[in-house]
């Protein structure tokens, strides 16, 4: 799940600026509800100027502080063996309706079974079909919402920390860590799914024609 890596993360990087800029002001705005009298209005705009300039850095900062492999044990849930493409054949392909195991065998030959060796002949025919729409699509897609769940993972402890130190209630404080504990699981749900969904598309496109 490397190839276009670069590119792809680029497209995603509005999303990602924007996401963190609406949490940080949807937490401060939370825990400091006085910000949203009349007579605060002008302070609002300035901290959504605010977030908007920082978010690029601190999104920059936050998805690289972990590993690809860190942010796919936060995605899938797994200590080993975590990427969808370990159990490409053994698993996913069977589950898959659009798929032909006789037609896939035949285009690209016999199946590994070893976890590892599934993932490595998945990726070489990913490399051949990675430019198809819906093969870079769901590439994308898990990127993006792979790198929300581990920002918002991150941003959990860190958001309650400075909403507690700024003078915020345990309440909100405990109310925005379970906010952003509920966007990880969605987001790594999300991740998860366009995960499985990139693996399996791979396969499908194999299964119908022989690429050489």
Request: no cysteine.
């Amino acid at each position: 799940m490397a190839a276009h890596k670069k590119s792809l993360k680029s497209l995603n990087l509005g999303w990602l600026w924007g996401v963190v800029a609406i949490d940080a002001i949807a937490l401060v705005l939370l825990a400091f509800p006085g910000l949203l009298t009349p007579t605060t209005m002008k302070d609002v705009a300035w901290l959504r100027a605010l977030g908007a300039a920082v978010a690029p850095v601190v999104v920059l900062l936050l998805t690289s502080l972990l590993s690809s492999d860190a942010k796919a044990v936060l995605v899938f849930w797994r200590l080993s063996e975590t990427l969808p493409g370990h159990r490409a054949f053994s698993v996913y392909a069977l589950k898959d309706a659009r798929i032909n195991m006789d037609s896939l065998r035949n285009n690209v030959g016999a199946f590994p079974e070893n976890p590892r060796e599934q993932n490595t002949m998945w990726y070489k025919l990913y490399k051949k079909v990675e430019s198809e729409v819906t093969v870079a699509q769901a590439h994308r897609h898990y990127l993006l919402f792979r790198d929300l769940a581990a920002i918002s993972l991150l941003l959990a402890p860190i958001s309650v920390l400075l909403l507690y130190s700024f003078g915020a209630s345990t309440a909100s404080s405990g109310l925005a860590l379970a906010l952003l504990v509920a966007q990880y699981a969605a987001t790594a749900v999300a991740a998860r799914n366009n995960g499985i969904r990139l693996v399996t598309n791979v396969l499908a496109l194999h299964a119908v024609k022989r690429r050489v």
